[in-house]
């Protein structure tokens, strides 16, 4: 689950990382009371969308020389005026389509002055089972093409869990930044406080970008990009309130509700599988045979009819989705579940696109003899090849 800006800063703030002072605004009228709090003399008015790449983003319909999605403010009729100009406006950066993101949200913060822009982020390292630390001395907007360019610039290093953040971890993180004296101790103590906090609220990812020093001489997190192990949001009720629903997909929100493990993709035919690793090879054979999946769709080895028919519903919400593949191997999940499962999610919304179904496994003749005597117009396959051809020939005619 990821957050806003504006709310990493909050949990940053919580387990006592340094931040600026900020206000979060949901209508231009706020904006001038916003900017009297904080008092200047320099503003910075953040969109909040979650997507990287804000400041280089363009709003659309804006002229080609316009302000992006991060802007510098020095007077508080400013700060009211950038406030009008975003807030409603589709942003649209490297992270976003094409029609972009909708700004329902702006985060009015402090100024800082800046020395240096660094860079550290904490994920969770898969090939090691670890906690680890991302950092660079090359912090700042273009932190993709210091890492495609010149990798040598971005370092990393693994924390043992059973050791936790040591002092040699400290000393670790300082020369990679390449910080002394006082601002080494504190790279130490950051370091720290950050891993301790990306443990304690379960984070699976952690980015500071930049991360900077100050003219006097302080390490301050300036931006935050958090989310959070959705597996675990049933241990933080607080951090599961951050939930801003209208940045998320409809139909990913829609699944959530079945238990039902989907993930909106680009392509045109879409796919109900039972099992993540034959929902991957699913994919993988729709793209062999010249096609793009419009979705991953897990319905698990316990779904029921319901289950079913809301994926089913599901899929064919997607206006591009123009044929649909169903893909079942029958252990736990029963193929005639499945079928009836179709049938009634068929006759409920109707199909306005080639579906081809395969089912193998417990109760597949019961299964099979469903969607035979159900008058629909399905394909039958007889095995993953079969039913992947079918469908991208019924698609590409």
């Known amino acids: 689950m990821n957050i806003h800006e504006y709310q990493g800063k909050a949990v940053l703030k919580e387990i006592g990382a340094p931040v600026s002072k900020g206000i979060a605004i949901f209508d231009a009228s706020e904006a001038k ?16 969308i979650h997507a990287g790449g804000r400041g280089k983003g363009k709003f659309v319909g804006a002229p080609a020389d316009a302000k992006g999605g991060v802007r510098l403010a020095w007077s508080i009729d400013e700060v009211v005026e950038n406030a009008k100009a975003m807030l409603g406006e589709y942003l649209v950066t490297e992270q976003t389509s094409d ?17 240096r822009e660094l860079y550290l982020s904490i994920i969770i390292n898969r090939d090691t089972s670890r906690v680890s630390f991302i950092v660079s001395t090359e912090g700042g907007m273009d932190i993709e093409a210091v890492a495609h360019d010149t990798p040598e610039k971005v370092i990393n290093f693994d924390i043992d869990p059973a050791t936790g953040f040591m002092p040699h971890h400290g000393r670790t993180l300082s020369k990679a930044l390449k910080l002394e004296g006082a601002l080494a101790k504190q790279a130490g103590k950051l370091g720290k406080v950050l891993y301790e906090g990306f443990l304690a609220k379960d984070m699976a990812m952690l980015e500071i970008n930049p991360l900077i020093v100050t003219e006097d001489q302080r390490l301050h997190c300036l931006d935050a990009k958090i989310s959070f192990d959705g597996n675990a949001l049933y241990r ?24 039902l ?11 109900m599988v039972n099992g993540a690793g034959l929902a991957m090879s699913t994919m993988d054979i729709i793209k062999l045979y010249g096609a793009e999946p419009a979705n991953f769709l897990d319905v698990g080895g316990g779904a029921t009819k319901e289950n079913i028919v809301a994926a089913f519903k599901i899929l064919t919400s997607d206006s591009k989705v123009e044929g649909i593949l169903i893909n079942i191997f029958g252990g736990i999940m029963k193929c005639d579940v499945i079928a009836q499962g179709t049938v009634d999610a068929v006759k409920e919304v109707g199909l306005q696109v080639p579906l081809v179904v395969r089912l193998e496994g417990t109760n597949v003749e ?22 992947a051809q079918k469908i991208v020939k019924a698609v590409q005619g």
């Open 236 to 259: 933080h009720p607080d951090v599961e309130a951050l939930r801003d629903e209208t940045e998320e997909d409809e139909k990913e929100l829609e699944a959530a509700k079945y238990d």
């Open 99 to 115: 029609a972009g993101k909708q700004v329902n949200r702006l985060y009015i913060e402090d100024g800082s002055d800046i020395d």
């Open 33 to 48: 009371a916003a900017a009297e709090e904080l008092g200047g003399p320099l503003w910075v008015v953040k969109s909040q």
């Open 261 to 271: 493990s989907y993930v909106a993709l680009d392509g045109n035919i879409g796919c």
């Open 366 to 387: 019961a299964g099979k003899k469903i969607i035979n005597e159900s008058g629909l117009n399905v394909i039958a396959a007889d095995d993953l090849d079969d039913a």
